[in-house]
C-alpha cells in the first residue's frame, strides 16, 4: 500500500506564506501526476495544482502567480509553496496522487489533510 502523509499547515496572516509537503511511502512502483486538494468547510474539494514527474505544472486560476508547486522524484515528495496568502484560502488541504504499486496495478492516494487557516 501507499501512504501519503502531509506536513507544513497551520496559522497565518493574509499576506504570508506556508509552504506544504506531501511524502509518499510504501510498494510504490511510480508515481505519476502529484497534486494539492482543498476543501473549504460547507464545499467540495477542488483542485488546486498539480505536476507531472517531468514538472509540467497546471494550477487552479484562484492561485496562479501565488502558488508553485514543485516535487522531488528521488524523495516521492510534492510541495506547495503558498504566498501572499488569502483568506479565501483557508481550507483542509490534501495531498493527491496517481501511481503504480506494480507496472499491472494502477491506483490513486490521498492524505489525510492538513489545515490551513488565513486571517484576515
Known amino acids: 500500500q501507499v501512504q501519503l502523509v502531509e506536513s507544513g499547515g497551520g496559522l497565518v496572516q493574509a499576506g504570508g506564506s506556508l509552504r506544504l509537503s506531501c511524502a509518499a511511502s510504501g510498494s510504490i512502483f511510480i508515481l505519476n501526476v502529484m497534486g494539492w486538494y482543498r476543501q473549504a468547510p460547507g464545499k467540495q474539494r477542488d483542485l488546486v495544482a498539480a505536476?507531472?514527474?517531468?514538472?509540467?505544472?497546471n494550477y487552479a486560476d484562484s492561485v496562479k502567480g501565488r502558488f508553485t508547486i514543485s516535487r522531488d522524484n528521488a524523495k516521492n515528495t510534492v510541495y506547495l509553496q503558498m504566498n501572499s496568502l488569502k483568506p479565501e484560502d483557508t481550507a483542509v488541504y490534501y495531498c493527491h496522487a496517481d501511481g503504480y504499486t506494480s507496472p499491472w496495478r494502477k491506483n490513486d492516494y490521498w492524505g489525510q489533510g492538513t489545515q490551513v487557516t488565513v486571517s484576515s
Open positions: 505536476i507531472t514527474r517531468d514538472g509540467t505544472a
